[in-house]
């Protein structure tokens, strides 16, 4: 199917997009590789394309393969000034095209703001006229848009979107369904079980940080904090004497979790990753200390010197390296030292996180003695207000974006994609919550994990 299809008909893009957003590319990497290159190869003959639709989905697909396609090619949907041209607020899946291929531009593609712009805005006016059908699937891609949702999630809507859509390819929607349910099943499984030792180990990771990270926020002092930081930098039992006995559950925990990832990574024959996943858990456990001296002095820093270190206290930087020293992919030392040397497309995934982060729990913290949030330290600084402080933290998520896809274009190619896309589906993590307000995340949380892991699709 994939492979008889020729490679830039508007067939083979049609398919790929497909494949994709059903989430079942995995089943074709090697196909789906060679057809993008084959189109991007030949990308300078289709710009005589004038369907916008086809133009923003091959934009969108090549730039997902890590080819740099110019914006260029949208010129000739713009009039003299650079606006788009209004016959286009006809075409519904042209706009819609559009739209999900701004959702890659990188800094100074002025014509992708515009698009961006444009497409909302129409779209948005358009809802009320549609029929069903379309008014969902627009719903949909304003709400997430396919670059910013976690692609599990995303092929989850899209099956129940593809099936209603009459050209629907019916044996890969069949595919897609049964592929759903079966990895549902696995993960049932492994949540049930843990059967899964690397999943085991990284859960428990992720569970003794997050009880590290509320130590260091409400549960110990400042006094407390001083040697627990200098034991966690050492990393070994022979620091025990040195805990606060109040905190020694909690340390002889994360010994025994070293110790287990060692045992681990030696059957695996990886021991060298343990460098870099004690590296990265002794640097969090610094930046967590930092929150602290900042809490116990009144301080609240600048928006910069906030930043620099909640990139580290997100725990992306750690729970990146930490993924990927379980992996059974090999992975070279030279990914490794990319990572702890904190590439802007991983800084931009963790200023995602937190900064997401602040907007759901900034409320929620002013009931406590707390950290100051990126919001408190804009407001304080520039001393701007609420209003204009949240209208920042969404121009940086903003610049943030564009600096992961600016990165994920141009990283040298030695640096592996699923390396890439893992650092990538960490920001896209933090989409989880659309809504702004704690209860309402929660609310929706439940609902995103019983949609994913609890109800399977109808076949």
Not at 49 to 54: A, G, K
Request: aromatic share 10%.
């Amino acid at each position: 199917m994939l492979v008889e299809t020729p490679d830039n008909s508007t067939q083979k893009l049609v398919l790929i997009d497909a494949i994709q957003r059903l989430g079942v590319a995995y089943h074709f990497k090697n196909e789906i590789k060679t057809s993008i290159q084959n189109i991007f190869d030949e990308s300078e003959e289709s710009n005589k394309d004038d369907d916008l639709y086809v133009v923003a989905l091959r934009f969108r697909l090549v730039r997902q393969q890590r080819h740099y396609m110019s914006s260029d090619v949208f010129e000739k949907f713009t009039n003299h000034d650079g606006k788009f041209k209004e016959t286009l607020t006809k075409d519904v899946q042209g706009l819609l095209s559009l739209y999900e291929a701004a959702q890659l531009r990188v800094h100074g593609e002025e014509i992708l703001e515009e698009a961006l712009s444009f497409t909302i805005t129409h779209l948005e006016s358009m809802i009320p006229i549609l029929s069903n059908l379309l008014k969902d699937q627009v719903r949909e891609a304003l709400s997430e848009s396919i670059h910013t949702n976690l692609p599990r999630m995303t092929a989850r809507k899209y099956i129940c979107i593809y099936e209603n859509i009459n050209s629907h390819n019916k044996l890969l929607l069949r595919f897609a369904k049964l592929d759903f349910n079966i990895v549902q099943k696995v993960h049932q499984k492994e949540l049930g079980e843990l059967t899964s030792r690397a999943r085991e180990l990284l859960t428990k990771v992720l569970t003794i940080y997050t009880i590290i990270d509320d130590t260091y926020d409400a549960y110990a002092t400042y006094d407390e904090l001083v040697p627990f930081t200098d034991a966690i930098d050492r990393c070994d039992i022979s620091a025990m004497d040195s805990v606060p006995h109040s905190l020694r559950h909690t340390y002889q925990a994360l010994v025994d979790i070293n110790t287990q990832i060692e045992e681990r990574l030696t059957k695996e024959g990886t021991l060298d990753h343990l460098y870099y996943v004690k590296y990265e858990m002794k640097k969090l456990a610094r930046a967590f200390f930092k929150e602290a001296q900042w809490l116990n002095a009144g301080h609240i820093p600048k928006c910069e010197e906030y930043m620099k270190n909640a990139n580290v206290t997100t725990t992306c930087m750690m729970v990146a390296t930490t993924s990927l020293s379980f992996m059974e992919e090999p992975i070279a030392k030279e990914t490794f030292e990319w990572l702890i040397n904190e590439p802007l497309i991983l800084r931009a995934s963790s200023a995602i996180n937190r900064l997401k982060g602040d907007i759901i729990g900034h409320d929620l913290e002013q009931q406590r003695k707390h950290i100051a949030s990126f919001i408190e330290c804009y407001m304080k600084e520039y001393g701007a207000s609420r209003q204009e402080a949240n209208a920042e933290v969404e121009k940086n998520l903003t610049n943030a974006w564009k600096d992961m896809n600016t990165e994920f274009l141009h990283s040298t190619h030695e640096i592996p994609m699923f390396v890439l896309e893992l650092v990538i589906n960490i920001a896209r993590s933090a989409y989880i919550f659309k809504e702004n307000d704690f209860a309402t995340a929660q609310r929706e949380f439940k609902d995103k994990i019983t949609l994913l892991f609890v109800d399977p699709v109808n076949v």
